[in-house]
């Protein structure tokens, strides 16, 4: 018998919908979940367990108030997940990962929990981010560091990495994420999800104040298009989604496309990287499905400006600069947070609007060369999932040092972040949307070894065939793997 961590979203909230499982059954089993595995994953930084029964017996009682009156119910009708801890909701702390900050708990939900909510979801708790959501890595002073559920020495990436890790464990369906610069994608590739990144705009709910450059979106963590399109369907406005909504539209195969694979990078000269074997042998599987498929792969040589990366680093850390931070508690910062806040508080105003000036010429000159091919594909990550505190350096024996002995190599911490994520950032930028998907296991089969990754960059408004196109590419992943148990038996 199939176990209820074992259902994807989408047959979960069916199951639920038809009266076969309630929502209190599905809270308290993901709950249960949770207490057995969080303790050595260090997904969650709190968890909400009392409020979520409440919420849970509230969602079972308004079930059958709306099956008497044959009203719809909400379209995540009792769903369990659990939002990263940027993400304020009512109630709980909200720590942004930093030691620095008064832990009050906030008054009122933000928009993006507000708007899931109001879907029908429960909220079971908050997961683990890097301070202030700044890096490609979920560790930080505050809680235990979140790791890989496929190796448990391993980072579930940043900065949804929290989420990524409890999505990939079985202690939740499903997640949203936020992605300013990578922050969806790199940990749904480090944990083997699909992560997508909608374009600017799309999601009223995933901005981010203070975010003058226009960087941050909200978007789905998951374990199957279909369930990233069950959230989409949460998280955009019914009158911008495509015809019958995202799950409604997924069954349709894309037309045969025109795919650009590129390894070029925007921070290439800053930061020279060669991508690891795994990562080459993820991008080679993905276009040994591509073309299996009738899509046509070509190479696509793109130019950046070589003035991209002080431009973005400008525009990324301009936020923090400007955090409400007591002077007295400065010192309760992470080398990196506290190296980065003192360069923004240095630069003058017009240095910014010049950085955010430039980016918006980077964007319109690198959506120009995107737009020669239908989408343009690159790996997800340059490298391997990287043990936890490799960035910081404090990985002793597999075990990440206490956080006072961080050193204070911010600079160094930063590189590492650039070379292991190169393809992200730009992204963001550009303002679009873009996909990550699960297609090479480091080991021999899948399931073994570490997941890798590929990332499908689409033309504005191309939401609804990326997710197409992850379909069809499980779809013919399920046909190698039938193929290979064959050969094996």
Known sequence: MVKIHELGAV???????????????????????????????????????????????????????????????????????????????????????????????????????????????ISLGKTQVPEFGLTAYSENRIAPPSRNPHAWSRSSG???????????AGLIPFAPGSDGGGSIRIPAAACGLLGLKPGRGLVPSGESVGDAARLVVAGPLARSAADAALMMDALVPREIQPKGGYLAALGKAPEALRIGVSLDSPWSKTFPFTPEQEALDALAKGIELLTET?????????????RYPEAFTTAWTAGVGSARILPQREALLTPLTRTFRRRAQQRSAAKV???????????????????????????????????????TGTTRGGEQAPAPEWPGDADDDYRKQCEFAPWSSMVNVCGLPAITVPVHWTGQMSGAGLPMGIQFIGKPGSEMLLLQLAAQLEMQLEVHEKDASGLDG
């Open 11 to 121: 047959a979960l909230r069916d199951a639920m919908a038809a009266g076969n499982l309630s929502a209190s059954d599905a809270t308290e089993h993901f709950l249960m979940r949770i207490g057995e595995q969080d303790h050595s994953l260090g997904a969650f930084v709190t968890v909400t367990a009392d409020q979520a029964i409440l919420d849970a017996r509230g969602a079972d009682a308004s079930y059958v108030r709306r099956r008497k009156e044959g009203t719809e119910l909400p379209i995540l009708h009792g769903m369990p997940l659990a939002f990263k801890d940027l993400t304020d909701v009512a109630g709980v702390v909200t720590t942004h990962g930093s030691a620095a900050l008064d832990r009050k708990p906030v008054p009122e939900d933000g928009a993006l929990a507000a708007t899931l909510k109001s879907a029908g979801s």
């Open 158 to 168: 940043g900065s949804s990495g929290g989420s990524a890790a409890a999505v990939a």
């Open 294 to 306: 009738g899509h046509t792969v070509l190479d696509a040589p793109i130019r950046y400006d070589n």
């Open 353 to 391: 609007n010049e950085a955010i000036g430039f980016l918006r010429r980077f964007a319109h000159d690198t959506v120009a060369q995107y737009a020669q091919w239908d989408m343009v594909l690159t790996p997800a990550l340059a490298q391997t999932p990287r043990p936890v505190g490799w960035f």
